[in-house]
């Protein structure tokens, strides 16, 4: 009985048992440490994953958007075209009816 309470104040014992602690403590952290890490990475890899297919959806909108704006340009400037046309056929016909006025106007003094 005297042994095992000499043993019980050794300094040694108590050494040994704190470093067997500190060890299973060290190792459990490790264990926590790599099943973090491990749900970080796969996080990281659905985020990823995710950024992906927005990138591909917003680059797919912005290319449909540059053709409609394109096809937007031409009507535009086919609609220039045409307007400047009939400005021109409005403004031939307004110079026959004012040469036709004046005409008659003269006759008609």
């Not at 040694?12 to 952290?29: D, G, H, K, T």
């Amino acid at each position: 009985m005297q042994i095992a309470h000499e043993i019980a104040n050794s300094q040694a014992v108590w050494a040994v048992c704190c470093i067997i602690l500190a060890a299973a403590v060290i190792r459990e952290m490790r264990k926590e440490n790599v099943e973090r890490e491990r749900d970080l990475k796969e996080s990281n890899n659905i985020a990823r994953a995710e950024a992906n297919r927005r990138e591909e959806r917003l680059m797919t909108h912005l290319e449909k958007s540059n053709e409609i704006q394109h096809e937007t340009s031409k009507t535009l400037q086919s609609m220039q075209t045409t307007l400047g046309t009939v400005e021109n056929r409005v403004d031939r016909m307004e110079k026959k009816l004012y040469r036709k006025r004046e005409d008659q106007h003269g006759r008609n003094e």
